[in-house]
C-alpha cells in the first residue's frame, strides 16, 4: 500500500495487525462452535478468548524460522494462552483461517467503499439539482452538437453512481463467505457445523463447495468491480479535465488558498486531482488481468495466488477508497461558469441550433434535401469564421425569410425544447 493514497480508515484494515486479528476471529468463532457442539470444554473457550493474543514482530519471528506464517500465529496465539491452546485450530487447515478472515477483510472494505460511494452520491446529486437550467452546450466527438444543461450532465454521472451503489451491494454478498471445511475440504476432520456456527457469529455464510480454498472467482469480482467503479470515476474526472480547459473553462477544480500550478508558470489553474483519479483508474485496471489469472489454481489447491493477493486485495481496496474520497471533494469545491457555457453554446451565431431550423423549414413546406443545403450552407460559412454568424446569414437569405417568420425563427434559437422533457430523468433519480 503507498501511504501517498492510503487514507487510514482502509488502510488499517489491511493492515498486518488487522489481518492477524481477522485470523484470531476466526478461530475464536471455530473453537467455540466446537464448545456448543460439546467438543471443547467452556473453561478451555474463556481462557482462549480471555489470554488469546499476538504480537505481529513476534509472528514473523517465528515465520523466519518455520518458513509458514499460519503456523507461526498459532505458536505465538498458544505461547498466551498455555494449556487450553490446544482446542485451537482443532480439524482445520490454514486456509480456513486465510481464507475466511481474508472473506472478513473484504466485506469491511466493501462496507467502506459504500459508504464513501454514497457521499459521492448526495454531492452530485446536490450539483446536479442546482445545475438543472443551467444551459451548455452537448458535444459529440469532442464537437459541439446541441444544448443540455449541466444538471443533465450531472445526472449521468450520478445514475452510473447508483449502478455501481447496486453492484457494491452485490459484491458485499458475494465476499461475505467463509470455510472450516479442513484439508481438501472435505469436513474429513470437522463437522459442517462448526462451519455454520463459525460463519454465522463472524457474519459470514459458508461457501456452498470450497475445495482447500474458497474459489478465486469471487476475489476476481471483486477486483472487477472495483476497477470497474474505478472506471466510472475516471469518466467524470475526464471529463471535467475535458471543460476546465483554457478555451473552454466551464467547470474547474477548486483550487485553494496558497496552491500553485506550476514551478515555471505562476498562472498555471491545473486539474491535477482529477489527473490523479484518472492515473490510478489505471493501476485498478491493471489489477483485473492478475485477478481473473489466480482463478486457476492446481488440483484443490496452490498457493500462487497468494502473493498476487498480498499486494492485490489491499492495493486496489486502498486506491478506490482514496479515489472516491478524492472525487467527492471536486465535486463540492467545482467552479461552474454559466457565463462560459452560454459563450460556448452561442458562438458563431449559434450554429448549434442548425436541427432545428432544418426542421422548420421542412414543417414549412421545403423538402428535406434542400432544407439541410440551405441549412448546412449558412452554417458552414459562419463556423470557424471570425465574426461568423449562423442567425444573420439565416436572416439574410430570402429563401428562409419567406417561409419562417421572425418570429418562427427566434423560436429555433430557443433551449426551451431541449429542456421540456428532462422532467423524466429528475424524477427517476430524485433530483
Known amino acids: 500500500m503507498i501511504e501517498r493514497y492510503t487514507l487510514p480508515e482502509m488502510g488499517n484494515l489491511w493492515s498486518e495487525e ?139 454521472w450520478l445514475a452510473e453512481v447508483e449502478r455501481n451503489r447496486e453492484r457494491l451491494e452485490r459484491l458485499e454478498r458475494v465476499v461475505s463467505v467463509g470455510q472450516i471445511s479442513g484439508a481438501m475440504g472435505t469436513y474429513a476432520n470437522t463437522d459442517p457445523q462448526v462451519e455454520a456456527i463459525a460463519c454465522a457469529k463472524l457474519g459470514l455464510v459458508p461457501d456452498t463447495a470450497s475445495t482447500q480454498v474458497i474459489a478465486r472467482d469471487r476475489h476476481a469480482e471483486y ?33 485553494a488558498k496558497g496552491q500553485k500550478g506550476s514551478s515555471a508558470m505562476p498562472h498555471k489553474r491545473n486539474p491535477i486531482r482529477s489527473e490523479r483519479i484518472g492515473g490510478l483508474a489505471r493501476v485498478l485496471r491493471s489489477y483485473v488481468v492478475a485477478a481473473l489469472e489466480n482463478c486457476a489454481l492446481w488440483h484443490e489447491r496452490d498457493i500462487s495466488h497468494s502473493s498476487v493477493e498480498r499486494m492485490m486485495l489491499p492495493d486496489c481496496s486502498v486506491t478506490l477508497h482514496f479515489m472516491l474520497r478524492e472525487m467527492t471533494a471536486v465535486v463540492k469545491g467545482l467552479g461552474v461558469y454559466p457565463e462560459n457555457m452560454a459563450r460556448n453554446m452561442n458562438v458563431y451565431g449559434g450554429v448549434v441550433f442548425s436541427q432545428r431550423v432544418l ?13 439541410y443545403r440551405i441549412v448546412q450552407r449558412h452554417s458552414h ?37 431541449h429542456q421540456a422533457n428532462l422532467g423524466v430523468i429528475w424524477q427517476r433519480l430524485g433530483i
Open 359 to 371: 426542421l422548420a423549414l421542412v414543417e414549412a413546406g421545403i423538402n428535406r434535401e434542400d432544407a
Open 223 to 255: 477486483v472487477q468491480t472495483l476497477a470497474l467503479v474505478g472506471a466510472a470515476l475516471e469518466r467524470f474526472s475526464t471529463e471535467i479535465r475535458n471543460l476546465q480547459r483554457t478555451d473552454v473553462l466551464e467547470v474547474e477544480e477548486n483550487f
Open 381 to 417: 460559412s459562419a463556423w470557424n469564421t471570425d465574426g461568423g454568424n449562423f442567425r444573420a446569414n439565416l436572416e439574410a437569405d430570402g429563401e428562409v425569410t419567406g417561409k419562417l417568420s421572425a418570429e418562427q425563427l427566434a423560436e429555433c434559437f430557443s433551449t426551451d425544447l
Open 18 to 156: 488487522a489481518k492477524f486479528q481477522s485470523w484470531l476471529d476466526v478461530e475464536i468463532a471455530a473453537t467455540e462452535a466446537n464448545c456448543e457442539l460439546g467438543r471443547v470444554p467452556a473453561e478451555a473457550v474463556a481462557t482462549i478468548k480471555a489470554q488469546a493474543r499476538f504480537s505481529v514482530e513476534r509472528i514473523l519471528e517465528i515465520e523466519a524460522e518455520v518458513r509458514h506464517d499460519v503456523i507461526a500465529f498459532l505458536t505465538n496465539v498458544n505461547e498466551h494462552v498455555g494449556d487450553a491452546g490446544r482446542y485451537i485450530h482443532v480439524g482445520m487447515t490454514s486456509s480456513d483461517v486465510l481464507d475466511t478472515g481474508l472473506a472478513l477483510q473484504m466485506k469491511a472494505s466493501v462496507a467502506l467503499l459504500r459508504a464513501e460511494l454514497d457521499l459521492l452520491a448526495d454531492a452530485l446529486r446536490a450539483l446536479a439539482r442546482e445545475h438543472k437550467g443551467t444551459v451548455m452546450i452537448g458535444r459529440s466527438h469532442a464537437i459541439h452538437g446541441e444544448p443540455i444543461s449541466f444538471g443533465f450532465k450531472l445526472a449521468g
